[in-house]
């Protein structure tokens, strides 16, 4: 219920952001159900614990007033316990609360995380380029941290404040009615001071997160091309770059938090000039006979326990603030709806319309496509597409040789293929079928790929081949094999075995090529994809790959994007593309004949002695 309310207050003062917290609230609420009866059993005994602690200044009082002035040690001694009594219980019980809530608190951001991160998995390109990877790694990180962070603070002084508070004012009103209107005269004051810097201090929080993004970025992206910077003498210009993203950083961060820490010196001020009141009120009506000594000790032990607990308030605002915005950013990715739907009627058409007609392997269909411009962009502009018309079929067991200048659109043909992101227009078929109407995992298990910028993990030879796909062990040697690394694997001593390090930083160029390669052969795909994946290969090793590939693979389709044309001169199939467009398709022979560019292509490399 506090936490309802919490988010009610800030949700008011927040209405330029585009607010997502009402969904988030429910999301909590489903997320904490597992946990329910242990938050329930948590909040009682953190209740017990918070009644002791309430109970301690009333028994003082009682002990100075009533037991004292009779001399009695034995009633003295017995009052002295009951204050062991209820100090030992309101520390355990609160120990044992606070242990509660963290685990809530852990065990509920584990499960956010969990399904944070298999929705970021679930996304297509689109959705990742359109969030931007910094973006991602960010709310996986620091947003759910927050979160962590405003469970556990709401189950533990979210609680304990509001009872000190309330209950603090009632018992209060029973010792000392007259001192309890100071002390209530004092709290509108507060209120309204609180009110007018949450006001101005949340909706910062959200831009504290967004220049945290950016400095994700420039930290990816400085540490992914370390060596290069290295090279270039580049190191002093990345520090400049991160020292002004990180000032910008920081001067968010400081502005956020310094007007929300207006509230603690607002709130001591206010309330120690409320205690001094008490004090001099006290002190007057004690000299008049109206109120006892061991009443105004005990009013002033509650006046700092309430103190104390709007204080811890004002802190419990400032940590939703930043949840809040870190809630927001969450759960935009949770409910992201992905453009990569499966279309069943799709599926049923295409069944009924292929009927009697010969099926491709892999088709496509007037095919143009575009990336999608981001949003954080800002541009409206339609982003010109970088494939136009682009149209090829092969059958089962034949290959595909993909060929053009860098930037012509030749690794987008495989992202469309495996449907990474949907055509802008057309279609794309595997065994006949529109690819809308697979299911992703089946899809992409027909697949074996080997990217040109692929990921090597901190693993064995053995786990990085086998991917996790439970392959067995011939499985994997084979694919080496035929992928020319067995050799080099064996050389090392502990074979297989052999950890490689953190995106392969341990293995030579080609080395971590053939490894790659190794990955995609081993399962033996239906559709094979090489991705400019023998760049770094020499010719020799290059020329022993394709022909294991004709030998071991003949029946699966290949498709090969190279820059060199001796990988894929002897496809059965050739696709020249320039600036998305294809200007050329046919057999090495035939675009001899027909593609200019491709002639010229296959001069400047074979003209100059360099063969295959």
Known sequence: MYLKVLHIYVKGHNKTDKSLGGDFIKRILSYLKPYRAGMLVGLMIKIMGTFADLGLPRVLAYILDHVIPKGRVELIGLWGG????????????????????????????????????????????????????????????????????????????????????????????TLEPVLTLVLVAVLPLLAFGVYQISKHGIPLFSKVQQSADKMVQVVRESISGIRVIKALSKTEYEKERFRKINEELVKKDIRANSIMALSSPMMNLLLNAGL???????????????????????????????????????????????????????????????????????????????????????????????????????SEDENKNCLEHISFAIREGESLGIIGSTGSGKS????????????????????????????????????????????????????????????????????????????????????????????????????????????????????????????????????????????????????????????????????VLEDGEMIGYGTHEELMDSCEVYKEIYESQMGNGITA
């Open 276 to 378: 001094t009141l008490v004090v001099v009120a006290g002190a007057f009506r004690v000299n008049s006979g109206a109120c006892a000594p061991g009443t105004i000790v005990a009013f002033l032990s509650y006046f700092t326990m309430i103190l104390n607990a709007m204080i811890t308030i004002t802190r419990i605002f400032v940590m939703y603030s930043k949840a809040s915005a870190s809630a927001d950013r969450i759960t935009e990715v949770l409910e992201y709806e992905s453009d990569l739907k499966v279309l069943e009627d799709r599926y049923a058409a295409e069944l009924s319309a292929c009927e009697g007609k010969e099926k491709y392997k892999i088709e496509f269909e007037d095919v143009s496509f575009a990336y999608p411009v981001s949003k954080n962009e800002g």
């Open 82 to 173: 009951v204050m062991v009594a209820l100090a030992i219980m309101a520390r355990q019980f609160n120990i044992r609360a606070n242990r509660m809530a963290s685990k809530v608190a852990r065990d509920t951001v584990q499960c956010i995380r969990h399904d944070l991160f298999a929705k970021i998995n679930d996304l297509s390109g689109a959705n990742v380029d359109e969030l931007t990877v910094p973006s991602l790694i960010s709310r996986m990180t620091s947003d759910t941290y927050n979160i962590h962070h405003m469970i556990g603070m709401m189950q533990r002084l979210g609680v304990r404040a509001p009872i000190i508070l309330i209950g603090g004012i009632i018992i209060t009103a």
């Open 412 to 575: 987008t043909i495989v992202n469309l293929m495996m449907r990474f992101y949907d055509a802008t227009k057309g279609m794309v078929k595997i065994d006949g079928k529109d690819i809308r109407s697979y299911c992703l995992q089946d899809l992409r298990s027909k697949f074996g790929a080997a990217f040109q910028n692929d990921v090597i993990f901190n693993d064995t030879i053995f786990e990085n081949i086998s991917f996790g796909r439970d392959l067995s062990k011939e499985s994997v040697e084979q694919g080496a094999k035929d992928a020319c690394a067995d050799g080099y694997i064996r050389e090392k001593e502990e074979g297989y075995e052999h950890v490689a390090a953190i995106k392969g930083a341990n293995l030579s160029g080609g080395q971590k090529q053939r490894l790659l390669i190794a990955r995609a052969l081993a399962n033996h795909p239906e559709i094979l994809v090489l991705d400019d994946s023998s760049s770094a290969l020499d010719y020799k090793t290059d020329a022993m790959l394709r022909q294991a590939i004709r030998k071991n693979y003949d029946d699966a389709t290949i498709v090969m994007i190279a820059q060199r044309i001796s990988s894929v001169m002897y496809m059965d199939h050739i696709l």
